[in-house]
């Protein structure tokens, strides 16, 4: 894989140019690179980190003893990776594949947890897996209930890309068959555990209205185009040499390089996009070698821009000329506007009584899951929209009353009892208000005005995220279950991942930044079908629908070039 610029001649612009560029490769970005390489297009891959070729994944197979602080962090991890240490899977064994927050300085106006990552592949390497299809429901939610502005698109527009997708990257589920939750195509599911099992038993007892089902997950259950199955390790994040759970090192970036159509550029820090007045259409990139500090630029005859949502609202925003002086696009003034991520961090756990006699081996890289409910058939008081719920049912070892010698030995080859713990996700509305701008009187370590981020949760999600924690404890006793445990605590904006929003799809120009097919309305030639591209956010994972967007993008991208439309 080519992985640094050794190979380009930066005198020569012809050199330089390619059919398309691709902007980060994640999620969406290697998705991008994969299809316009298929299509025969040459692509330029532009990666503001470090590489990382599959299956070379550095703690893939350690054990616990290899690590020096056992997978604590150090004082110096602290230290340059404040930001990065909010998450849960920063710790000793990730820790390479995030980005040093001393050279990643940006302004929280409000806390914005920014986690990212600094290699090939991005967060494609730590998502975890959920793949769940939207409903008619999330894309007519805006018109229905008056917030943001109406998606150009509907499920049916997005359904056969989702088959797609879902048939490309292997997803495990059930036909679960329920109105709200659309199935897709699946691998067998992985099997829930007997306390699992039992919870499912109870909810469909109690309530009519919810239903437990197995986690719909991009792990392998079935060997797939070369990609071994799940080993049920549950160390995903590590990274997985058998590339048995998706990411676009293991099975987009491959798939783009076999074409031999693609280039890949690391150390590139996008800086903004070229923009020619007179042909009314981007012609390339400019970048910031990471390592030399040095400017280049690159040319092609679309642009995709997958940096994911912050960084794309910034290279937009820093973009600027005579015919856009607030940035790329941004006639409407939405760039930056309407952040959005998912709220978290309920933690609700409880004792289940019986079930000694019962173990389970491996460790599913998935768990149980609970459609949304709320607010489908009948209106809730106090907050919009909804969320789902997730479990897992477990053992931990027993420990006895000692705490040290043979006998403690003797006790944790034991098993203890057995427990079961809920968390969620809900929806964040699309505001104005919570948005992306410039500091132009500061600058970041590449001499760049600062990244300010302004966003909050307001009332609508603290109210759905108060009613998450009631619904999961009231669950929890009305299946019989003892001693609950209540340790939930709310997120901030970022810590779920799924930020999203900035620069929206929508069918008028004056209130959007995209059209019906992540194409920018006032530069035809430039695409976005990353987080930004966002109109609302549902509660489920957006990966699945990241991908299918981009799929069905550059589908249209590729046929406009054709009949030289742009």
Same mark, same amino acid.
């Given at each position: ?80 990776? +404040? ?12 820790? +390479? ?113 919810? +239903? ?206 057995? #427990? ?22 500061? #600058? ?123």
């Amino acid at each position: 894989m080519p992985t640094d610029s050794s190979y380009l001649n930066n005198k020569a612009k012809s050199n330089n140019t390619f059919d398309a560029i691709v902007v980060g490769s994640g999620m969406s970005g290697g998705w991008a690179a994969k299809e316009l390489c298929e299509k025969g297009l040459k692509v330029l891959l532009l990666e503001r980190g470090e590489p990382l070729d599959h299956p070379n994944y550095p703690t893939a197979n350690k054990d616990p003893w290899d690590f020096p602080y056992r997978n604590h962090l150090s004082i110096e991890d602290k230290k340059t990776h +404040h930001v990065q240490n909010r998450h849960y899977s920063f710790r000793e064994e990730t820790k +390479h594949y995030f980005i040093n927050d001393q050279e990643n300085r940006y302004e929280e106006k409000q806390r914005f947890d920014w986690v990212r990552t600094n290699k090939v592949g991005g967060r494609s390497l730590l998502w975890a897996r959920a793949c769940y299809r939207w409903n008619d429901t999330d894309f007519e939610a805006n018109l229905k209930d008056g917030n943001g502005v109406d998606w150009p698109i509907r499920y049916k527009d997005l359904a056969p890309w989702y088959d797609y997708v879902e048939s490309y990257i292997g997803v495990s589920g059930n036909q679960d068959k329920l109105s709200y939750l659309h199935d897709g195509i699946f691998q067998p599911p992985f099997e829930m555990n007997i306390v699992e099992k039992h919870f499912q038993e109870q909810v469909a007892k109690k309530y009519k209205d919810r +239903h437990v089902i197995i986690g719909r997950s991009a792990n392998l259950t079935q060997p797939l185009n070369g990609r071994s199955q799940c080993q049920a390790r549950d160390l995903c994040y590590r990274g997985c040499p058998w590339g048995a759970y998706f990411s676009s090192n293991s099975c987009t970036i491959p798939a783009a390089i076999a074409t031999g159509n693609l280039a890949i550029r690391t150390h590139s820090l996008v800086n903004r996009v070229l923009y020619d007045a007179e042909k009314q259409r981007a012609t390339g990139v400019e970048i910031i070698d990471t390592i030399t500090k040095n400017e280049e630029q690159y040319f092609a005859k679309i642009i995709f821009i997958n940096a994911s949502t912050v960084a794309t609202s910034f290279i937009l925003l820093n973009s600027t000329s005579q015919r856009f002086p607030n940035g790329l696009g941004n006639d409407s003034d939405q760039v930056g506007r309407n952040l959005m991520d998912h709220h978290k961090g309920i933690s609700v756990s409880a004792d289940v009584d019986g079930f000694e006699d019962s173990y389970y081996y491996g460790r599913k890289p998935t768990n149980i899951y609970i459609p949304r409910f709320k607010n489908l058939q009948t209106a809730e008081k106090g907050f919009l929209r909804g969320f789902h719920l997730a479990a897992n049912a477990y053992r931990n070892r027993a420990t006895g009353d000692s705490t040290i010698g043979a006998n403690f030995k003797d006790s944790i080859t034991e098993a203890g009892k057995w #427990k079961i713990g809920i968390w969620a996700n809900g929806e964040c509305l699309p505001y104005s208000n919570n948005r992306i701008t410039l500091n132009h009187d500061e #600058k970041d370590a590449f001499n760049r005005p600062l990244i300010s981020i302004d966003c909050s949760f307001k009332e609508n999600e603290k109210a759905m995220w108060a009613d998450m924690v009631t619904t999961a404890k009231e669950m929890l006793a009305t299946a019989g279950y003892q001693n609950i445990n209540d340790q939930s605590k709310m997120s901030f904006p970022g810590n779920a991942n799924h930020e999203m929003g900035t620069a929206r799809m929508g069918r008028d120009p004056k209130t959007s930044v995209l059209n019906a097919f992540n194409q920018m309305h006032a530069v035809k030639n430039v695409f976005i079908s990353d987080g930004s591209c966002m109109t609302s956010s549902s509660c489920v994972n957006p990966s699945l629908t990241y991908m299918a967007l981009t799929a069905r993008c550059c589908a249209y991208a590729v046929e406009q070039l054709k009949n030289n439309q742009l």
